[in-house]
């Protein structure tokens, strides 16, 4: 069975804070990967920067927590609550300061130290780099002469750190798939509840097929970076379809698929939407 594709976009719904953030400010800002793992004898990692922009940017590297709402949503946090466990006390991480020239990469590296006692289970937080906003020669000049207040938006990218200690893993299943109605532009979403189920966050990609009674399969979804993480039982994923001109979304199925991020082949999960 052949597969098509309609013209889409593999859209990241899932990239720890990184791609929300980027879409408010710090698009000039490359950061690769989005996400850390250290598991096993993995004692050190590398995040690569890049200024993408056409001037000179300063940022501030440090930790946040982060806990993620059902809806994928994100929320910074100061203390644990029940099942969460910080991973920043266990990384040293280096430099804490950069400067970067437009398209000139920095080399930011991690170090984990584990204690012999450490408990079993994964351990998470975020490493931010955050914009430090360049001082206007024209604004200085204002204060320096008397009161002035200037408003300077600061942007970042946080992607997550997770450390995991011991035997885990984790198991995901999908249920109540539904289609929405078409939005203003007539683009609609397919929403699609995951479960986890372990002591493992789980991260993977999203693909959306439509099956029409007859004819062949069309990939019309694709969302990746998808996860949940420890220790929510729950997410609701909404992905956009784009859907080729003239193909009614009817008389056929929507097969919707959770495949691991670092496999393209190991599927986790699947649900089917039968559309009348």
Known sequence: MRMRFA????????????AAEAASGAADLLVAPTRVVLEG???????????????????????????????????????????????DGLIRFSPRQVTLEPNVAQTVRIQLRKPADLPAGEYRSHLRFR???RQDPVQAAKASSGINVHLVPVYGVSIPVIVRQGETAATVALDAPDLGPPGENGGRALSVRMRRTGNQSVIGNFAVSFIPL???????????????????PTRVVMIPLHVPPGT??????????????????????EAVLVLP
Do not use: C, H
């Open 214 to 232: 007859r004819g062949e399969p069309i990939v019309v979804g694709l969302a990746g970076g998808v996860a949940v993480y420890t220790p929510n």
């Open 131 to 133: 914009g430090v906003p």
């Open 7 to 18: 013209s889409l976009l593999f859209l990241p719904l899932g990239l720890g804070i990184a």
């Open 41 to 87: 004898r993995q004692r050190t990692a590398e995040v690569t920067l890049v200024n993408t922009g056409s001037t000179p940017a300063t940022y501030r590297i440090g930790f946040v927590q982060i806990r993620m709402n059902e809806d994928g949503s994100t929320t910074e946090i100061e203390t644990p609550g029940p099942g969460e466990r910080f991973s």
């Open 248 to 269: 009614p979304l009817r008389n056929g199925r929507l097969r919707v698929s959770y495949t691991r991020a670092d496999s393209v082949s190991e599927k986790l999960a």
